[in-house]
């Protein structure tokens, strides 16, 4: 199954800034998918990001408030802007393995004050 | 719309029992499914999985059941050890989705008591 480097672990921000999460894959996939896993509750997918196309957001998340980047085959980001308390969560990427599982990175744990 | 649900969000047994863990869907079109165990600090990891034409998928100490009539999953664990203790996610994939979408159940904790 693909390997999976995510960072940051964890970062606390200030309310109103930005942060940046990168994914790293070791392996070229079509597809990469960020999840949020707010505390205590289950993973919720926010988007899609293909290569040399817009991301598809889920019902409830936007471009706006999440944007992704994804430059290549095995790199993507989620930047989550103008941070609020609300916004603290596990943010996770994903890529689908060739057997159909699917491999999930270590989160990014975010805490907003 | 889409949901996939647990039963039980909390389970916890003497070190080797066996643990089942179920979890309910919605979606008649789901198609695959995935076990996930997620520990404290870390992303899920892959348990097991199963494809809707199979009724029972086993791997080390973990088996899968599909009921497909009531929509039904469940997870067993044989001999339960103390680093079984995790949160267990099932996730469903339906065919209908052109891309790999996983929807996950709200999840179980297990706590394994020695």
């Known amino acids: 199954s693909a390997v999976i480097s995510q960072k940051p672990s964890r970062d606390i921000c200030q309310r109103g800034t930005s942060l940046t999460i990168q994914c790293q894959v070791d392996?070229?996939?079509?597809?990469m998918f960020w999840y949020r896993q707010q505390p205590g509750q289950s993973l919720t997918l926010i988007a899609t990001a293909n290569q040399g196309s817009e991301a598809t957001y889920e019902s409830g998340f936007v471009i706006d408030k999440f944007p992704i980047s994804r430059p290549n085959l095995t790199f993507s980001t989620l930047t989550v802007s103008n941070m609020s308390p609300e916004d603290s969560s596990i943010y996770l990427c994903?890529?689908?393995?060739?057997?159909?599982?699917?491999?999930f990175g270590s989160g990014t744990r975010l805490t907003v004050v | 719309g889409e949901s996939v649900g647990l039963h039980l969000p909390t389970l916890s047994v003497q070190e080797g029992d066996n643990s089942i863990i179920n979890c309910a869907y919605s979606n008649s079109a789901s198609d695959y499914f995935i076990w996930y165990k997620q520990e404290s600090g870390k992303g899920p990891q892959f348990i097991i999985d199963i494809r809707s034409n199979m009724d029972k998928r086993q791997g080390q100490r973990v088996t899968v059941l599909l009921n497909k009539t009531v929509k039904h999953l469940s997870l067993q664990i044989a001999a339960t050890q103390p680093g079984d203790s995790a949160v267990y996610f099932c996730a469903e994939k339906s065919s209908g989705t052109s891309y790999g979408k996983l929807t996950f159940g709200q999840g179980t904790i297990l706590t394994v008591h020695p």
């Open positions: 392996s070229q996939v079509t597809m």
């Open positions: 994903s890529v689908e393995d060739t057997g159909g599982g699917y491999t």
